[in-house]
């Protein structure tokens, strides 16, 4: 020992050939007082803070070897005076803006090893603005971290006029500065979006759009996208705001601001949103418009109406489709359709201003309202439709503005609008007119409009509209085959009130074609022609198509023009009685609870989903069918099935019984095969079957009925416990989504498709197996639930919730751990990593039994499910570990 501290004094580097395990305290001080850099080979056992410090006093380049628990500021400062590059090691805690600052005036590029949070802090309105252009010359985004100061406005100004294209870089504050702005706007940069007064900070605000970029689109040269950013830009005088908008105050919204010592002749208001008593005061208000409007409602009596009016209660709560989360935004297996009746905007009107208002301040009330509806639901799901029921408006040019503020919401071509009977008021003219006029302005806005017309709308969300013409001279035959892949098939129409002995045209407002009768008795002759068309057309319709899922949307309910009963497969959707109620039972689906009516304060959309689905072989009769590769392919398409399918050889049989359907396909198994067999499609793969000759498919058909009552059976206890696992998730704000064994932990962001933590039910045993994947090759598994939310960001409100449960001592959490059995080879793991992908082959059977139930498609066949002691089994079975049997697993064969 003695000889080698002698050889350790001459040279501390010989440290390194001492096996750490055989090293002491006094061999390792020796070698590091020798040579600090021997601090790289030492014991963590043999070294204290002490030695640690007289090192990094010697030589701060061996900071890195220092232990976490012995590192002090004054050795971070030791460190970073010898080397600034040592700031890459430096502990998270010991980043502080001091030591950082340090460690960037000596150089620049060491900017890089700040933490996110830290930078922000670096810098202020004292910093050199030498260090300031130094780390942007180094790194142009840094720009972002400018400090809100005239020397970052300086900087960030001078980088734009270099490239505007640095405009990105900006910090959010500086994007404010005026010098930015002016600049900006100078060159033709910048695009004033909004205007207003805010009465609350006493400020005029224009919210700008600042495009910094243009460029060609990567697959479409002649396309040009914008790279852009959004900035208010704030003014305490009207001056220099009004300068800003270039003179422009159209649509600003500036009612609240009393104008006082400002002479409002000198300045060009036209469409300004200013408030009809400051316009007075000044003499220039002219109250003919708004006049004329009262003059149309006050000569009506709506009194019966608003007695027997059923409305919504004020500030009524309109549920949300979309979570804060973003959750559903993107869900593809659903149709989203927002519906509306009965708004009454020239009523409206008249409520908000009973003295008197401006033009523009109707304009900005009517933009207001139709803001106030959408932003009711939040977040709307991708794709949405919105349906409106009629009596929007009373005046052709009101509902102009309302309609209009629309598409910033919705796809023009999602908003389907029928008419009510206060649409025919105005303009005053002979109905086919009045129709005709609307037609022509929403084609122009590219709105679907529908007056005794049918919209389709196929899986490729292409919009087909059937007049009442084509609708009655196609056959039923014809009319099937263009609504058979159609997702949405929607009837849309006044309706009329031929049939209604109390309210009718003899005491109910049609406009001129209906008023301008010689008689009440023509009028109502009138109203019951009318009612014929649509009734008709209905008739048609329930004649050819009755099992697709129909929407009919009409301003009149259903028995003011027909007395038959409700079609169970359809949705009825109507408004105009203000009696708001909905009803949906096994005999009718009816939508007439969104009604807004005359009295109602609350103005907000409801909802209701379709399934994105469609059969295209609805109408086909039960038996066996040979069908083609494209129908087959195209079946799966429309029930949202995705399957890869390139055998080109054989024939595809199909079995569709009681609305439960087999594929099989008669051919050759491979090039090698001398036989051909029958074999079960399981989407794109062939399952081979024990019966498998073509006379087995009557076999097949005898049977099919008992088999999918079995499944039902099997998968009752199984899916119960996966459903009870389901609702705990979405208890604590997760996705509990199931497909398969797997049920989804967190929801899906914005910009993401799946989920990446889950739960594994085992078919076998019942255990639960928490797990994270970013595919199916591998994973890691967890020993408990808790432990998998705890580890993972996006599982951040799960957690929260499930803390909660656990401190309230809730006895409704559920065990969810790995197979209890097995938790001794965890110790004091939480995760494990773990391969293979046999738990999705476990799931994919599951899966396609859960089709059998799901989407009534047969794809795995089991003989034993036919089996009468199997089946009583199965029934009699009280765990699922008693139920299943091994013979389940079945061999899938690919092609």
Not at 160 to 176: A, G, H, M, T
Not at 636 to 664: D, H, P, T
Request: hydrophobic share 35%; with cysteine.
């Amino acid at each position: 020992m003695d000889n080698t501290v002698k050889k350790i004094k001459k040279d501390g580097l010989l440290l390194k050939n001492i096996p750490k395990k055989e090293q002491t305290l006094e061999i390792c001080k020796v070698a590091i007082s020798q040579n600090p850099k021997a601090l790289k080979y030492a014991s963590r056992k043999c070294i204290d803070a002490k030695i640690c410090l007289n090192a990094i006093q010697q030589d701060g380049n061996v900071f890195p070897y220092i232990p976490n628990k012995f590192i002090t500021k004054s050795m971070c400062l030791l460190a970073i005076q010898t080397n600034a590059d040592l700031l890459n090691y430096v502990p998270k805690e010991w980043k502080t803006s001091e030591i950082c600052l340090f460690a960037i005036t000596k150089k620049p590029w060491t900017f890089s090893y700040v933490p996110e949070g830290i930078r922000y802090e670096v810098f202020n309105k004292e910093t050199p603005v030498e260090l300031l252009n130094s780390i942007v010359k180094y790194d142009i985004s840094w720009l972002r971290y400018m400090p809100f100061s005239q020397n970052g406005v300086d900087i960030c100004l001078a980088y734009i006029k270099k490239d505007l294209s640095n405009s990105n870089y900006i910090p959010k504050e500086i994007r404010k500065n005026k010098e930015i702005l002016y600049y900006q706007k100078a060159q033709g940069k910048l695009t004033v979006l909004s205007k207003l007064y805010n009465s609350e900070t006493r400020l005029f605000m224009a919210k700008t759009k600042v495009v910094y970029d243009r460029r060609p689109f990567f697959f479409d040269d002649d396309r040009i996208i914008d790279s852009s950013y959004t900035v208010i830009a704030e003014f305490q005088d009207f001056d220099e705001f009004y300068s800003f908008v270039d003179e422009d105050l159209y649509d600003a919204e500036l009612r609240e601001y009393k104008f006082e010592g400002i002479d409002l002749k000198n300045y060009n208001i036209e469409g300004a949103v200013i408030h009809h008593d400051v316009l007075i005061k000044q003499g220039l208000f002219d109250g003919k418009y708004f006049d004329e409007l009262r003059k149309v409602i006050e000569c009506m009596d709506f009194s019966e109406f608003e007695k027997n009016e059923i409305s919504l209660v004020s500030e009524f709560n309109y549920l949300k489709p979309v979570d804060e989360d973003g959750y559903n935004e993107f869900d593809n297996s659903q149709i989203p359709l927002f519906y509306i009746s009965d708004i009454h905007l020239c009523h409206r009107l008249l409520h908000k201003f009973k003295e008197g208002a401006t033009r523009e301040e109707i304009r900005w009330f009517i933009k207001l309202l139709a803001q106030k509806m959408i932003t009711s639901v939040g977040t709307l799901p991708n794709d949405s439709y919105l349906l409106i029921a009629g009596d929007t408006s009373s005046k052709f040019e009101i509902a102009k503005i309302f309609y209009e503020e629309l598409l910033i919401y919705f796809k023009p071509q999602n908003i389907v609008v029928i008419h009510g009977n206060h649409e025919l008021w105005d303009p005053w003219d002979e109905i086919e007119n009045n129709i005709q006029l609307y037609r022509k302005y929403f084609k122009g806005l590219g709105i679907t409009f529908l007056q005794n017309d049918l919209l389709l709308v196929n899986d490729k969300h292409e919009q087909i509209i059937l007049s009442e013409k084509e609708i009655l001279e196609l056959s039923n035959k014809e009319l099937r085959a263009k609504a058979q892949n159609c997702s949405i098939v929607l009837l849309g129409g006044i309706g009329f009130s031929g049939l209604n002995s109390k309210y009718n045209a003899t005491n109910m407002r049609y406009g001129k074609s209906f008023e301008e009768l010689v008689s009440a008795e023509e009028a109502l002759r009138k109203d019951i022609s009318e009612t014929y068309r649509f009734d008709n057309i209905y008739r048609k319709l329930l004649q050819s198509i009755p099992r697709n899922k129909v929407i009919v949307l009409t301003h009149m309910q259903k028995w003011d023009w027909n007395s038959e009963p409700h079609n169970p497969n359809w949705i009825y959707v109507n408004g105009h009685s203000h009696l708001n109620y909905f009803d949906i039972s096994n005999n009718m689906v009816v939508y007439a609870d969104n009604q807004i009516g005359y009295k109602t304060e609350t103005i907000g959309l409801k909802y209701f989903y379709i399934d994105n689905e469609y059969d295209i072989f609805t109408y086909l009769e039960d038996g066996i069918h040979e069908i083609t590769r494209e129908q087959y392919l195209s079946f799966n398409k429309g029930k949202l099935v995705k399957i890869s399918f390139s055998r080109e050889g054989g024939q595809i049989y199909m079995i569709k019984k009681n609305g439960n359907y087999m594929f099989f396909i008669y051919c050759l198994y491979s090039e090698r095969s001398k036989n051909k067999y029958l074999y079960l499609l399981n989407g794109g793969k062939l399952i081979k079957l024990l019966r498998n000759s073509l006379g087995d498919l009557q076999y097949y058909y005898d049977t099919i009925d008992i088999y999918k009552e079995n499944v039902q059976q099997l998968l009752k206890l199984y899916t119960g416990s996966q459903k009870i696992i389901s609702e705990f998730v979405k208890k604590l704000g997760g996705s509990g989504k199931i497909h398969g064994c797997i049920v989804d932990v967190e929801k899906p962001g914005n910009f993401e498709q799946y989920s990446y933590c889950h739960l594994f039910v085992n078919p076998i045993d019942g255990k639960v197996t928490p797990y994270f994947a970013y595919d199916v090759k591998s994973r890691i598994i967890y020993k408990d639930f808790k432990s998998l939310i705890e580890s993972q960001k996006s599982c951040k409100l799960l957690k929260k919730n499930y803390t909660r449960l656990e401190n309230e001592q809730n006895l409704s959490i559920p065990m969810l751990q790995y197979s209890s059995n097995q938790l001794e080879k965890w110790e004091n793991e939480s995760s494990l990593y773990d391969e293979g992908s046999y738990l999705y082959k476990i799931s994919k059977i599951i899966k396609s039994l859960q089709y059998i139930t799901e989407k009534g498609i047969i794809r795995l066949w089991n003989e034993d499910l036919l089996n009468y002691d199997f089946v009583n089994h199965t029934r009699d079975a009280n765990r699922i570990e008693d139920m299943i049997d091994d013979k389940l697993i079945l061999e899938v064969t690919g092609d």
